[in-house]
């Protein structure tokens, strides 16, 4: 039987005596996936994540929370220590996440209204929703 090539199968393989022979990492790399969508995974995540809205919490429960920062803000020479649940705003999109602080405040600065844990982190008082000063958590 005969094959349509058999004529040229024996021939040495052609090397171009004007160009050079392309590295075998560079003919690889001809053949590698091509991402036209660059960015499309990270973006479809992003739009998958879940973000909380900021409640508003009603007279209430804001004197309430204003009665548990003024005795924190007269013991804050004692080191006390307090529980702060915040609104955290996410910084790419849309709303945010509840975050629970735990540690000992530094001050409550009225000033620039935040509560400023010993460890550095400021609180702004307009995105905190809980405060307990109870010692045992």
Do not use: C
Request: cysteine-free; glycine content about 6%; proline content about 5%.
């Amino acid at each position: 039987m005969k094959n349509m090539y058999d004529d040229i199968i024996g021939l040495p393989h052609h090397v171009s005596p004007v160009h050079p022979q392309m590295a075998r990492a560079d003919r690889a790399a001809q053949f590698s996936p091509f991402a036209a969508l660059t960015g499309y995974e990270m973006v479809i995540h992003e739009a998958g994540r879940m973000t909380d809205q900021q409640i508003e919490l009603d007279e209430d429960a804001r004197n309430m929370l204003d009665e548990k920062l003024k005795t924190i803000l007269k013991q804050t020479g004692n080191r006390q220590e307090a529980k702060i649940t915040f609104f955290q705003p996410d910084a790419k999109k849309e709303g945010g996440i509840y975050v629970t602080a735990t540690g000992l405040v530094k001050e409550i600065d009225t000033y620039h209204r935040a509560v400023v844990m010993m460890e550095g982190k400021r609180i702004p008082l307009e995105h905190i929703v809980e405060v307990e000063t109870n010692p045992s958590f």
